[in-house]
């Protein structure tokens, strides 16, 4: 496969040399219009590099061989290339934007020319110009040799889906559900675990956003997306530290993704929407432009609007044994749900002539509302003293500044990343309804890496170090709320935790014989933790290691995949959540289980078929996280209730329960040149400490999910223009549910049974018009909710539990969107 990288690079260079148009000619006249192989894929993991070296690597995948005619240089960089491709599907990928058009001139050859350069006369016809476009393979697989279930949302679904909130944004995805409907307390679940047991990144930067559980833990605006990376369960050593459970990988809007890789120019888009349920208008505004290798980028985006209705369709919330029905909320607008967002992005980037590139970024989004007392539920009955809504004030930034080489050689090809990431949240207090001051909580990472990537016959390795130094304080407002209780009123002083960590990493990627993907690495980690006092454990220096090994091979090349997956993870002591932090927690242990760092196990295996655009996949999973940190502010918590005492009440700072999570997905799928159709399915159950989760005691730790499955179709008529698609949801009751411990006895030890989850299945549709206008402008429609079904969705606080109202999603909506870029 070497060799043949070598050939190409040879071909090509030695047909410039000497003049390769008209001797090119002579070939071509002689030859039919022709394809590549009808039927073959191949997979491709391609990142963005000089273009001469990505066409090599081409090559060496596909054995499809190279001319380039002209005696002109090949420049610039190649698209990233990710997945499962046919031999010109791929071409057309990694060409995109590049100034070169191509031409098969037989099955396993091809030509490339400059758009409006000389071409032979037959083809000057048949030849395709390269859009800016994204192609993203099947099903947006992930990269090859990657564990069973990993994937990418790219650009090209982002435009497709045209997300409102994280919950669109990872829709038609049943092994990642979205809690909450109101992005301020959304929370992303990857397999039932929630986000902050995996490595998140925004552009590289660790984030630490375990604020406040009735808040969003990762609150980011999809319009400034390019695209998110999943790896459920086995994550790549180099994804970060504390990755238990996986990683997600943001990244933005870069000026090379809207101009074009080699071109200076400059351009903008400007986006309106409109939301009929809540009278929602959005308003977004992108400029870049790109100028001698300096690159600007502005985004902007502002949304507003009132309160949304329920839909009115649907059963009546289940009751619980022992509390009267809850309220029924179907067909009525929902309090505290109104719209006000501001978000917003800026980038300035300058690239050498070398390929030295460096890049600064500033991402921030803010919310500044009205929200229900406890932002993740409609409402929960729980005595006098709190009203129905109350402001939440929240605020998350990040700033990233990054080198890295356009024109690696030989081994260099580094990459080094400095960034801090903030959020803030701040909301009234209560005593009987009255306002009696404000609460603070803030947590801050400050973090970076530098890693090398070393290119090796057979793949490469990926080694370096990283760093962050992370910090959660909270400031109840003691002052103002004067509380009299001097032992409540010295554990609600201002309180802070913090953490150091240092980490060495190594990820290999390798293709060590035919037909295999291997990926394998590994971590070792120092950390040091710092309590909310001087408690003997409450200043803890550790250090572990984790290992992680994925792979696949064709059983049977061009059609069947076997896949597998295991990682051992050591994520040290995790920092508590801001708003439950207590000055005068009891670390020691003395009084109850000690203070452990917390680690986790997965496994995943599964099976991929692929054939002439059909594809069938199933895979299995299992997560086991132990000592789960998940910290109450009480110094005597008692997990199971008044009676029951499998396990004695411990300090809130050392609470940490043990996690298992397991389940399958199993998925369906046909793509065609201008459409697809995508069925999938997965089941998911998790249990704490042996006994079925529920919404509140997974609470930063997993949430019950039971069944999902997703049905996602679109279809392009290019001859119109026009694009039309849909997406369903369906989640069947779920009976498998815990027990109330408040509600037990003597007679009855483990208390009653939560009612199971409601059912819902949900439909949305949209219709997209692109006309040919002067500039790229786009019309589009989307219906919400179609049925006007009311539900809340599987992963939003409280359905088991009789005395909270969840918060139910919007009901029937249409949202209009128009688009123009110039």
Known sequence: MRARGVFVMSVITNVARFGGVSALAVGLSLTSTARADDGRRFTLDIPSKPLLAALADYTAATGVQLVRTGGDRIAGRSRAVSGRFGAE??????????????????????????????????????????????????????APGGAPGSFVVTSADIERKNPQDVRDLFGGEPGVQVGSSIPLSQKVYVRGVEETNLAVTIDGSAQNNKVFHHNATTYIDPGLLKQARVDPGVAPADAGFGALAGSIAYETKDVPDLLGHDRDGYGGIVKGTFNSNGA????????????????????????????????ENGPRLPTQA?????????????????????????????ESSEGHRFEVSHERVHDDTSRPFRANAGDIIAGAGNPLTRNYKLDRQNTVLNYSTTSPEGWFDPKVVLAYSETKVKIPNFSVLDEIGHSTGSTSSLNGRAENRFALPLGSVTAGVDFRHDV????????????????????????????????LYAQARLEPIERARLNFGGRADHQRFKGTNDDPGSDISHSGLSGNVSGEYDLV?????????????????????????????DYSGETGKDLNATTA??????????????????????????????????????????????????????????????????????????????????HIDVDINGRPGDSDTGNYIATPVGDVITISAAHTFAAWNVTVGGDIEIAPKYKRTGYDPFSATLENPRGDKYPAYPAYEIVNAFIEYKPKLKYETTFRLDVKNIFDEAYSSRATYGDEFGNVTPLYEPGRSFLMTAQVKF
Request: hydrophobic share 40%; proline share 5%; no cysteine.
């Open 89 to 142: 599907e791929g071409l057309r990928a990694m060409l995109a934007g590049s100034g070169l058009i191509y031409q098969f001139t037989g099955p396993r050859t091809a030509a490339l020319y400059p758009i409006g350069g000389a071409m032979p006369v037959q083809l000057a016809g048949e030849a395709e110009a390269l859009d800016e476009l994204q192609v993203t393979g099947e099903s947006g697989a992930g």
């Open 472 to 503: 959660a304080k909270v400031d109840y407002g003691l002052n103002e709320r004067g509380l009299s209780d001097p032992v409540l009123a010295a554990g609600y002083l201002d309180a802070r935790e913090r953490m150091t960590n240092i980490g």
């Open 322 to 350: 022992g509390r009267p029905e809850r309220p029924d909320l179907r067909g009525e607008k929902i309090p505290g749900t109104a719209t006000d967002l501001l978000s917003g992005l800026a980038k300035l980037a300058y």
């Open 557 to 585: 090349p061009d059609l069947l995949t076997a896949k597998a997956g295991y990682s051992h993870v050591w994520a040290g002591v995790p920092l508590a959540e801001n708003f439950i932090m207590n000055r005068n927690w």
């Open 280 to 311: 929602v208008f959005g308003n977004s505004y992108t400029v870049y432009g790109k100028q001698n290798g300096f690159e600007a980028l502005g985004y902007f985006n502002w949304a507003d609007g009132g309160r949304y209705r329920a839909g």
């Open 601 to 682: 196990d997965n496994y995943s295996a599964g099976l991929v078929i692929r054939h002439s655009g059909f594809a069938i996949e199933g895979s299995i999973f299992k997560t086991q996280i132990e000592n789960a940190r998940n910290a109450k502010f009480s110094n005597t918590y008692d997990f199971d209730g008044r009676f029951v005492n499998f396990y004695l009440p411990v300090p809130g700072a050392s609470w940490a329960p043990d996690l298992d999570t397991k389940g399958f997905e199993i998925g369906a799928g046909y793509e065609w040149e201008t459409g697809f159709v995508r069925v999938k399915y997965a």
